[in-house]
């Protein structure tokens, strides 16, 4: 016996933190009976669905990396019809899903899975998968800025983690600027550079727990190595 959000997440229906939100929202049936316990625990042969389409087990995992290009939504479907990273991904059978969220107008990495322990183990807030951005910034970051932004500062709400800060180049216009963090908050790397007075005018996404482009074009993908797979599951897997 398993817990309903995992046996979802095992059969690739999305992250099992996701599936927690898809049961308490009435959308998963068993036997023909709605359930809205996340804990409720199922053998694997019972009948079961999603918003009216039966879950299968035992599918294969797809582990996918993605260099998503500005101007493409971060989900599997867009209400308003917009191009999405699944729209980039042909080939796979499997259904797929993003692990986490790049902003519409941000670039770069994002892993594309069926996988549900594995997108949960990614994105689990004891240790989210540290990513590396290179953000293109109005003016010059002052040591203070520079300070704040490495000791966290407030974007709303929230207070940031401490981040790795960077200075790759830089002008009275503009700057280059690498910037670490191991958190995920909504559009969290401008509201960051907002805070201490320089927007964004351009983020790109360089590198998730380790994994980096090399490489892989903007708007192309690849499959995760073995060897890419095993390190994300070492680094993060312990939770």
């Known amino acids: ?4 959000q995992k046996f979802l997440a095992d059969a690739g229906v999305s992250s099992r933190r996701k599936c927690e939100e898809l049961i308490l929202q009435g959308r998963v049936q068993v036997d023909g009976k709605t359930v809205t316990e996340p804990g409720t625990k199922v053998e694997g042969s019972e009948y079961i669905r999603v918003d009216g389409k039966v879950v299968r087990p035992g599918r294969e995992k797809i582990y996918i990396l993605l260099n998503k290009p500005a101007g493409c939504i971060s989900s599997v ?15 796979i059978r499997e259904r797929i899903y993003p692990v986490g969220r790049l902003d519409y107008d941000t670039s770069g990495l994002i892993i594309l899975t069926n996988d549900g322990e594995f997108a949960n183990m990614l994105m689990h807030p004891r240790h989210e998968a540290e990513k590396v951005y290179k953000a293109e910034i109005k003016g010059r970051l002052s040591a203070g800025d520079i300070g704040r932004l490495r000791s966290g500062v407030d974007i709303g709400n929230h207070i940031t983690a401490p981040a790795h800060v960077k200075v790759i180049n830089e002008s009275a216009q503009r700057s280059v600027v690498e910037i670490r963090i191991h958190e995920g ?55």
């Open 185 to 239: 908050r909504n559009r969290q790397v401008r509201k960051m550079f907002e805070a201490v007075g320089h927007p964004v005018m351009r983020l790109e996404r360089t590198a998730i727990g380790g994994i980096t482009a090399d490489g892989l074009e903007e708007g192309k993908w690849r499959h995760l190595t073995e060897e890419e797979i095993n390190m994300l599951r070492t680094k993060y897997g312990d939770f």
């Open 77 to 91: 479907k867009d209400q308003f019809s917009r191009k999405t990273v699944i729209d980039l991904v042909s080939g």
């Open 1 to 4: 016996m398993i817990r309903l």
